[in-house]
């Protein structure tokens, strides 16, 4: 009789047909987990992180504790505010001097198609080569009237510009020994002079201008004849970038750095 009674109510249970909740739960939790995996590593960012690890430990019952992950950051590049704007300086430097250059080929157009004129660019700012044929007469430091007409011309672009302006004076390797130019230094400086004195004439600030002056030091093309004897007489006008390149500091170590090599400027076309 006992018996009987057991087996029957056993018999009589019901079968629970939701049992397959709880592995589709732990299916539902896996997969959540793995989305939030996935979209934490698709982009390196801390507010990410911080998501993936809370959701994990929620997702395996640390109650937002982070478990300990061996995923390694890349090193990614982290802008630099300073870098930006000087980025950013050196490109509205580039146009200006770009529309500086442009209005000088423009103004000097005549001397420039005749081959006496060159007007270049780079990172040292606008170059402009004038052969010393169109400014003076041989041996003579003093400008020719025809030359004084384009140089104002020049010098009414340069006044109303903030850049500083070098005049370079070039010469031939041929000596010169006078009562005024005891040699082709002293004949180079006077000429950069000469040029110096008309900017200022025509307003540009003396504090902007400086002369140099090269000698037959920095040739241009060969003094071994006459052609190239003429290219290297010459005057350059360089109007300077405001933003030069950075200085590189020089070892302090005792370690031997090899002394910057000085490039001269790109020698106007032959006459």
Do not use: C
């Amino acid at each position: 009789m006992y018996h009987r009674r057991a087996r029957k109510k056993f018999d009589d249970e019901v079968e629970n047909h939701e049992r397959w909740l709880i592995s589709y739960a732990d299916f539902i939790t896996l997969l959540f987990a793995f989305f939030v995996v996935m979209y934490a590593i698709s982009s390196v960012n801390i507010g990410k992180y911080k998501v993936f690890s809370d959701a994990l430990g929620d997702a395996f019952g640390g109650a937002g504790s982070s478990p300990p992950v061996n995923t390694q950051v890349p090193n990614l590049p982290i802008p630099n505010p300073a870098l930006k704007r000087r980025a950013e300086m050196l490109k509205q430097e580039r146009q200006e001097m770009t529309r500086l250059a442009q209005d000088l080929l423009s103004t000097l157009a005549p001397l420039v198609k005749e081959g006496k004129v060159r007007v270049t660019q780079n990172s040292r700012g606008v170059s402009v080569e004038i052969n010393a044929s169109v400014l003076f007469d041989p041996a003579d430091a003093r400008l020719t009237p025809e030359s004084v007409e384009a140089l104002s011309a020049v010098g009414v672009l340069l006044k109303n510009d903030t850049h500083n302006v070098q005049v370079e004076g070039h010469t031939d390797d041929l000596p010169i020994s006078n009562a005024q130019f005891p040699s082709n230094w002293e004949l180079s400086s006077v000429r950069a002079s000469s040029v110096v004195r008309l900017f200022v004439e025509n307003g540009v600030a003396p504090a902007r201008l400086t002369a140099v002056g090269f000698g037959s030091n920095v040739p241009v093309a060969s003094n071994d004849d006459p052609i190239g004897r003429a290219r290297n007489r010459r005057v350059a006008v360089t109007i300077l970038s405001g933003l030069p390149d950075p200085v590189t500091e020089l070892p302090t170590d005792g370690t031997p750095a090899t002394a910057p090599t000085v490039t001269p400027a790109a020698a106007p076309a032959t006459q």
